[in-house]
């Protein structure tokens, strides 16, 4: 189906917005690493997230130690010129369309993700052997880094528990916070070949499948 540019351009400009806030849950003690990634749909946008490693030279050990006690860590791909703008117009929303700096958004959850979102908005996902250090790289890969290799800080996010850092590659109408999403699944094993995604709903969709093949595969779905 070919999308309207309008609509396209406002579906863009909604990835890059600022997430909605996840809502407040009981503080939980962090947990062993059990080899899933959670999606996550938060309005036109979607996140992977997974508990932080415990493990001082993984690749995503920085941001466990910058949100000491989380239980979840949650990353998403933003445009950055979009998200610290005044004026949300359509000139503005247009823009997001061509190729321009990227931010990741970190947000640190004290419970996991279907107790912040909500269960009907996440779907959790086996990963398969090399499938977890595949997708710690790719998220890992995704910020910049510093001369002494930190994640490149940027600013406090959006709401309490969240900062920005300034993110590798570009936002465009082709690589957006969903086909981010969907390369970070490709990179640990669970999604295979191409296919077009522009909003977060095709996302969850395919995670959907994704859960659905698992179980008929004999894996029990995974606690949220």
């Known amino acids: 189906m070919r999308l309207p540019r309008w609509a396209l351009a406002l579906a863009l400009a ?29 309005g036109w946008h979607t996140d992977l997230c997974l508990d932080p490693p415990a493990d001082p030279a993984d690749p995503l050990a920085p941001f466990a130690a910058a949100f000491p006690g989380a239980r979840t860590l949650c990353f998403g791909f933003g445009e950055r010129q979009y998200l610290f703008s005044a004026d949300h117009g359509l000139l503005d929303k247009l823009s997001a369309l061509l190729p321009s700096r990227a931010l990741l958004v970190v947000t640190a959850l004290p419970a996991p993700p279907a107790a912040a979102f909500g269960a009907d908005r996440v779907v959790v996902l086996r990963l398969g052997p090399g499938g977890e250090a595949a997708l710690h790289r790719f998220l890992g890969e995704s910020a910049e880094r510093t001369a002494d290799g930190a994640p ?14 300034a993110a590798t590659g570009t936002y465009d109408m082709l690589d957006t916070c969903n086909t981010w999403t969907m390369a970070g699944l490709r990179a640990a094993g669970l999604v295979r070949g191409g296919g077009a995604v522009v909003f977060a709903g095709q996302v969850m969709s395919r995670a959907r499948r994704i859960a659905a093949a698992q179980q008929s595969a004999g894996m029990p779905p995974l606690g949220q």
Do not use: K, Q
């Open 14 to 42: 909604g990835c890059a917005a600022p997430a909605p806030a996840p809502v407040a849950a009981p503080v939980a003690a962090p947990g062993a690493t059990n080899g899933s990634v959670t999606v996550a749909e938060r």
């Open 152 to 165: 490149r800080f940027f600013r406090p996010g959006p709401y309490p528990g969240s900062a920005y850092y």
